[in-house]
Structure formats: C-alpha cells, structure tokens
C-alpha cells in the first residue's frame, strides 16, 4: 500500500479552479521531490510538474504554465496542486508520487490518484 494519501479533486465547470493535496505520513516528506501527473482517458500519463525538497519547482506541459501550480508547505507536510482556469482537456485521474532523489529520477511512491473532471 502506498504511504501516499492524495485529496481533492471532483467535479467543476471550464473555467473553474481545484486544488489537490498530497501527504505521506509515514516519509519525511519535506525532504522528497514530489510530481505531479495526470492521465486522461485513452492517454499516456504525463508528468505535469515537480517541486523539489529545495522548494524549487518545474514545470513540464507547456499547456498549464500560468494555469497550475504546484507548491509545498513544510509546516503541514503537504504538496499541493492548485488548478485555474481549468479546461475540458484538464479532465483526468491526477496523481503525486515522490523521489527520495532529485525531480528527473524515477518516482518510488504513487497516490491512489483522484479524479478531476471539467465540465458543464
């Protein structure tokens, strides 16, 4: 079982914003590097972003840059991802996973994933 806990997600209409949550109680998750992908129906997953144990983030879909934002707060030991203006085509299952190592490694641990559906 992943020791990822994701939140968030549902339904909104174009236009409209979400934010997801990403925890991993039993990790020092302040000092992982954390994605986030998404996967639309019939697609390859994606890599959308990843913020590294620095605080620095990267985006990879050229398509969410000013729209998504991925952030963490070390207080709460949470990585979020907070979705604008969000478009039809944003519809998909969202996951987190994390690197103990840097943001190009391979991911070692996966949220259970949560819907995000944009629609009116």
């Known amino acids: 079982q992943s020791p990822l806990v994701q939140s968030g997600g549902g339904l909104v209409p174009p236009g409209g914003s979400l934010r997801l949550s990403c925890i991993a109680p039993?990790?020092?998750?302040?000092?992982?590097?954390v994605a986030w992908f998404r996967q639309a129906h019939g697609k390859e997953r994606e890599k959308i972003n990843c913020i590294s144990s620095a605080d620095a983030a990267t985006n990879y879909v050229e398509a969410v840059k000013g729209r998504f934002t991925i952030s963490r707060d070390n207080a709460k030991s949470t990585v979020y991802l907070q979705l604008n203006s969000l478009e039809p085509e944003d519809t998909g299952v969202y996951y987190c996973a994390g690197s103990a190592w840097d943001c190009s490694s391979e991911m070692e641990y996966w949220g259970q994933g949560t819907q995000v559906t944009v629609s009116s």
């Open positions: 039993s990790l020092p998750w302040n000092y992982w590097n």
